[in-house]
T-cell receptor, first 117, second 113 residues
Framework: NAGVTQTPKFRILKIGQSMTLQCTQD?????MYWYRQDPGMGLKLIYY???????DKGEVPNGYNVSRSTTEDFPLRLELAAPSQTSVYFC????????????????FGDGTRLSIL | GDSVTQMEGPVTLSEEAFLTINCTYT??????LFWYVQYPGEGLQLLLK?????DKGSNKGFEATYRKETTSFHLEKGSVQVSDSAVYFC????????????FGAGTILRVKS
């Protein structure tokens, strides 16, 4: 039972390079999320998706793009890497809430540690 | 806007000491509340949750009670172990589009033997 799988685990990029962080989940969750975690800070939401073909901006979307062509996959793309994007990136997924109270936890991957030099 | 405030760390305790990590929130609606834990080198894991006022979430000896009157969700454990050393995040979620989480900054807990 893999859960949420992120690749790669570590990456070093040069300024201006581009790359895609991969995220896949095998729990058939409708909702998926990308966060970044900076030292001493909580997680900030970059983008999220409520289902295949639907994506929305979170709190800190600038410099990133996402797509959701399948339920399982939710890749995050950095087009022009900048030093400010040095961070640890987490992907998460959750089932869609069906009751009157929001109680579905999010399931997290192990993260991708990205350094931009 | 919606926000979560946690006590600053790091919190350093001896084994078997009592733990409290304070968490307060501001929300535009009626949130559900969560505690997540992050062990070194890993992603976040759900520790416990509470979805309405006066609910108590509990797991692995940790407890937190949803206090609507004081907008708080403090995490407690009666006797910590070295293996509890981790970063603890308080978070809220509103029943809205996307069911997004708002996280506190996290509190580092270090337990010494």
């Amino acid at each position: 039972n893999a859960g949420v799988t992120q690749t790669p685990k570590f990456r070093i990029l040069k300024i201006g390079q581009s790359m895609t962080l991969q995220c896949t989940q095998d729990m058939n969750h409708n909702y998926m999320y990308w966060y970044r975690q900076d030292p001493g800070m909580g997680l900030k939401l970059i983008y999220y998706s409520v289902g295949a073909g639907i994506t929305d901006k979170g709190e800190v979307p600038n410099g990133y793009n996402v797509s959701r062509s399948t339920t399982e996959d939710f890749p995050l793309r950095l087009e022009l890497a900048a030093p400010s994007q040095t961070s640890v990136y987490f992907c998460a997924s959750s089932p869609q809430d069906r009751g009157p109270r929001s109680n579905q936890p999010q399931h997290f991957g192990d993260g991708t540690r990205l350094s931009i030099l | 806007g919606d926000s979560v405030t946690q006590m600053e760390g790091p919190v350093t305790l001896s084994e078997e000491a009592f733990l409290t990590i304070n968490c307060t929130y501001t929300a535009t609606g009626y949130p559900s509340l969560f505690w997540y834990v992050q062990y070194p080198g890993e992603g976040l894991q759900l520790l416990l949750k509470a979805t309405k006022a006066d609910d108590k979430g509990s797991n692995k000896g940790f407890e937190a009670t949803y206090r609507k009157e004081t907008t708080s969700f403090h995490l407690e454990k009666g006797s910590v172990q070295v293996s509890d050393s981790a970063v603890y995040f308080c978070a809220l979620s509103l029943m809205e589009y996307g069911n997004k989480l708002v996280f506190g900054a996290g509190t580092i807990l270090r337990v010494k033997s």
